[in-house]
């Protein structure tokens, strides 16, 4: 008997920091995943690519002549065709970033569903009453409540408070 509330005391101790650094994690991956769609598009490739575009078209439009229209209209096409691959190359980064977003989507929820099944019962962490005093019921939801002064903290609300820490702290992390 006394082993096993030893036991319960240990494992509850390791849950709370763990299922905050599952959950950072996930949040940075999002973060990530983020700055990859807003900000990877600008690839050293399609730099040059827009640079050789723009320059096409420069020479293509300096060219008025009756005589040269056939190297403008050249030019002009050369254009279209680097148009044509960069495109192609924006198109493959969006699908890449779509198929890391859905990915990171589906593990994040089983990962959740797992945490929820295997806490749903049993309490995740104990804070001192004193420091939780409005919101004692609200944490302890599903945890059997006060114990030696003690709120039982759920999963559901440790999944909570921690996503909302872990966005703040990435936020200040990746806003530097």
């Given at each position: 008997m006394m082993g096993d509330i030893a036991s319960e005391e240990h494992q509850r101790s390791f849950a709370a920091p763990l299922i905050f650094i599952i959950v950072l994690a996930f949040q940075f991956a999002s973060y990530?995943?983020?700055h990859l769609k807003k900000g990877g598009s600008e690839k050293e490739k399609e730099i040059q690519l827009r640079?050789?575009?723009k320059q096409l078209l420069k020479e293509a439009n300096s060219m008025s002549q009756p005589?040269?229209?056939?190297q403008a209209?050249?030019?002009?096409?050369?254009?279209?065709?680097?148009?044509?691959?960069?495109?192609?190359?924006?198109?493959l980064h969006t699908r890449d970033t779509t198929l890391y977003s859905k990915v990171l989507l589906v593990?994040?929820?089983?990962?959740?569903?797992?945490?929820?099944?295997?806490?749903?019962r049993s309490p995740v962490a104990s804070i001192s009453q004193q420091l939780v005093q409005p919101f004692g019921r609200l944490l302890s939801w599903r945890t059997g409540g006060v114990q030696n002064n003690n709120i039982m903290v759920g999963i559901i609300p440790w999944l909570a408070v921690t996503s909302r820490v872990s966005k703040l702290i990435c936020k200040l992390t990746y806003s530097k």
């Open positions: 990530w995943i983020d640079a050789e575009i005589s040269t229209f056939a209209a050249k030019l002009k096409r050369q254009a279209a065709a680097k148009e044509k691959e960069l495109a192609k190359c924006q198109d593990s994040k929820v089983l990962t959740y569903l797992i945490l929820l099944i295997w806490f749903w």
